[in-house]
């Protein structure tokens, strides 16, 4: 009897857990994906015939896809094709720069998992001293955003869903790795932070995550390009799929974001690639016009030099491209650019179009080289258009002649300019890795296209910036002398 009283207390327990659960389960909502090209009316039409069983339904769907009787849970378009559950792959991997929502869609995927069926997950990281370092927070966030709260329990350790007893671990590469093999039935592991977990977490980690059909997320901002987990990131593993995501790709990138994103963009470009864009660092002193540039809005003023034009002509794969520009004082401002790739030559004064209303009425400077081109612009529209002389060197007398320049400023408008002048730079020796002076024949149409539009500056004497530039120096130094 005293035996029954003792154990009394701990059944009622235990009776009380299985009822709750029971309860729960009951009122555990049911997760539906909307198929990656399922017509709106299809997936109606499943979400009908499911609630018939169930009260509720979450139904998981890219931004902006249309859901009745169903609480929507929204993913960035790109987010939803990684994370969908069609696409079986033992490794998926996010990675993008600031803003792009990489950790909230995969923290909100993490949650639907864990309501759908019992699974044991790892949240891990190279370093984590507590878990303020973690995801533990975004989880328990998104537990109350979704209206889970009544099925998970929150510890300062683990997050649990009562409902299907799945549970979340938290824990440090570093200083847990060898402690973590003994780890046992880990069903999903998402690295956050991938790009800083070295190569020998990540060799005895993934051997670890071993249950029937596990999964490692990761999710990364590049680094180094040589980092371990950029292997992960490169497209050439054929059990990862991989999405690259930026604050472009995040319908809900918020507006105190953005302000921090293009004063990051004037003023520091390879530190906006970086931090916003998601690529790896790739500061290097091959990169000719490297910390010479910034992006920038800007209105033509009064009294600026120019417009000046050039125009690039294309063939075949090779774009056609060009620019407007102007100069004040000792910067260069680049207002517009026009480009296409196969443009055909009757379609060169519509593209030029893209210049300005009133193009057609200034000198535009064009490659001499297609000397029937520029005949065919002249007697459709654009009667200023005049062949550029080339000289030895006139490439290299170019870059010199922008690189002159106190700063050069582009218009964010101008895409594939912004892209060149982040991107054109001088051949490496393959032996001895040394700078060599000339420049790669890429990334370079609107920027030849700059060069000619300022060709008359580059190369005539007395006239050029340069020339300027060296007579105010002159006189400057005449002005010292005579005050001695």
Known sequence: MSLIRQSLPALLREADRVLSTRQHSAALPAVLWAG??????????????????RTRIMAAVPHGYPVEGAQAVEFAPKMFTLLHPDRRSRYRCASGGRGSGKSHGLATALLLRMIERKMRVLCARE??????ESVHHLLTDKIDELGLTPFFDVTDRTITCTATDSEVIFAGLFANINSLKSLEAIALCWIEEGESVSARSLEILTPTI???????????????????????????????????????????????????????????????????????RTQSDAIVFRGKFRVEEFEAAEGWDGPYHGLDFGFAVDPTAAVRCWISGRTLYIEREAYGVGVDIDATPALLAQ??????????????????????????????????EKWKGSVEDGIAFIRAFEAVVIHPRCEHTIDEFRNYRFKVDRLTGDIRPEPVDAFNHTIDALRYSLAPLIHAPETGLLDYYEQEARALRGQAVSTV
């Open 127 to 132: 370093i984590m001293n507590s878990l303020r």
């Open 355 to 388: 210049l300005g209303e009133d193009v057609h009425r200034f000198t535009i400077r064009a490659d001499s080289a297609r000397p029937e081109t520029i005949s065919y612009l002249q007697r459709h529209g654009f009667p200023a258009v005049v062949g550029v």
């Open 36 to 53: 990656l090209d399922e017509p709106p009316a299809a997936f109606a039409e499943r979400i009908r015939s499911l609630r018939q069983r």
């Open 210 to 280: 071993r249950a029937p059909g596990s999964e490692v997320w990761i999710s990364m901002n590049p680094d180094a390009a040589n980092a371990p987990a950029q292997d992960y990131a490169s497209g050439e593993r054929a059990d990862t799929i991989h999405e690259h995501v930026t604050f472009a790709d995040n319908p809900w990138f918020p507006e105190p974001l953005e302000v921090e994103r293009l004063h990051l963009q004037r003023v520091d470009d390879d530190a906006y690639r970086h931090v916003w864009l998601g690529e790896c």
